[in-house]
């Protein structure tokens, strides 16, 4: 069963930046296209970005031009450089597969204060 462990969240002001990481068991990684996935409090599980086994990349417009998904096959990893952050930001941030859904993993909590 594929494993999904998320890392990288904290407290951050409003302006600043962080780096998720989404480190993925198994070996399906290289061969699909990955996603982070955010829940604010009390709103809908929302795909910020996914990014395709080639590198190819799609936004939500409300991230378009700050955040930057990438990903490195050979370590089995997905980031999320999150930059110009805002407090509509905030919430749990989740990688998984685009297209093949595995359990989800814990998830990494991202707070944007003002």
């Known amino acids: 069963q594929v494993q999904l462990v998320e890392s990288g969240g904290g407290l951050v002001q409003a302006g600043g930046s962080l780096r998720l990481s989404c480190l993925a068991s198994?070996?399906?990684?290289?061969?699909?296209?990955m996603g982070w996935y955010r829940q604010a409090p009390e709103k809908q599980l929302e795909l910020v970005a996914h990014?395709?086994?080639?590198?190819?990349?799609t936004y939500a417009d409300s991230v378009k031009d700050r955040f930057t998904i990438s990903r490195d096959n050979a370590k089995n990893t997905v980031y999320l450089q999150m930059s110009s952050l805002k407090p509509e930001d905030t919430g749990v941030y989740y990688c998984?597969?685009?297209?093949?859904?595995?359990?989800w993993g814990q998830g990494t909590r991202v707070t944007v204060s003002s």
């Open positions: 198994g070996n399906i990684f290289s061969r699909n296209t």
């Open positions: 990014i395709t086994p080639a590198g190819s990349t």
């Open positions: 998984n597969y685009f297209l093949l859904r595995q359990p």
